[in-house]
């Protein structure tokens, strides 16, 4: 039986350059009828440019697999460490945000 239980786990790999990760303060999402397209975008603050550091392309059923993990993974963080605030919250105390109404539709 633990032959069968091993053969159903996904051996993945995470090699060290993967691993460090890329930091993105925002994501750019487009789609079509069969992909999503996330583009993962560092801004930084008094520069005009800002590169794309990752691009990630899912199938529909993916994308909101992604989405269903996503909102499960909040869920699971605010009840750990409060609520997040949300962005476009003007009444909280931070009131630097960095506009989002720029660039193709589809922003997160």
Known sequence: M???KNSNQLDIQLDS???QG???NLAIIT???SEFVMDFV???PGLPKADVKSRVILGPEHAKRLLLALQDNIEKYEKQ???IRNVDDRSA???TVIPMGFGPKGEA
């Open 81 to 83: 460490y409060g609520t």
């Open 17 to 19: 350059e993967i691993a």
């Open 42 to 44: 560092r801004i930084l």
């Open 2 to 4: 633990s032959d069968e």
């Open 22 to 24: 890329k930091y993105s």
């Open 31 to 33: 789609h079509s009828s």
């Open 93 to 95: 105390s931070n009131k």
